[in-house]
């Protein structure tokens, strides 16, 4: 008798550890992996650097590279991954002449430990409203405009609506965008150093 009710006990101590094992297991937030930053899709390297305000984005391909130049979101960026958080997921489109499309992701969103809590999520997971396409095109680079409407993290495996969406906004070739950049700059700067030449002017007066 005594034996019988040591192996109901220990049944029970057993059947309530895994139950509460279990339990925590399906609660507990999923770990947080590292931004992917960088990776190739067909003949194409992206790099992403997050070491200054606003995000710097580099292109490598066969044919050339573009350097470093600023996108509009503040750091960190990242590209949004496939499932295993190991390579940029990209969708192709060949109906609209779309080679390929591929998305980052940038600005933080801040989430209350509430928030958090509600939507199991990690504690450090990062998570932005704020999402860009970089679309190849019949063979060109080109960078679509800033969409902030589309909340996601960075662990997080984006719906294809989500690129098909964003392949009916405005884009620009990523040189011309380059360009503008570097025009704007160069005025900027001339206009602090006539600024500067001005107030020495004055001083000698």
């Not at 933080?108 to 939507?119: D, H, W």
């Not at 063979?139 to 984006?158: H, M, S, V, W």
């Not at 392949?167 to 006539?194: G, M, Y």
Request: charged fraction near 25%.
């Amino acid at each position: 008798m005594k034996k019988r009710a040591l192996k109901i006990w220990l049944f029970f101590i057993g059947t309530g550890f895994f139950i509460q094992n279990a339990y925590l297991f399906a609660t507990e937030p999923k770990p947080v992996k590292p931004l992917l930053i960088e990776g190739s899709i067909d003949r194409f390297h992206f790099k992403l650097n997050n070491d200054k305000q606003y995000c710097q984005l580099a292109i490598d391909y066969t044919d050339g590279a573009i350097p470093w130049f600023p996108l509009a979101s503040q750091s960190p960026c990242y590209f949004f991954a496939d499932n295993k958080q190991e390579k940029i997921q990209s969708y192709s489109y060949p109906e609209e002449n779309i080679d390929y499309i591929l998305l980052i992701g940038g600005t933080e969103t801040e989430l209350s430990a509430e928030k958090r809590k509600n939507k199991k999520m990690p504690v450090a997971s990062y998570c932005t409203e704020e999402i860009q396409a970089i679309i190849i095109e019949k063979g060109e680079i080109k960078l679509g405009t800033t969409q902030t409407n589309a909340f996601a993290c960075a662990e997080d495996r984006l719906d294809e609506k989500v690129y098909q969406q964003n392949t009916k906004q405005p884009r620009k070739e990523v040189e011309k965008v380059v360009q503008e950049q570097l025009k704007k700059q160069t005025a900027l700067e001339t206009s602090f150093f006539e600024s500067l030449q001005q107030k020495i002017e004055a001083i000698f007066k």
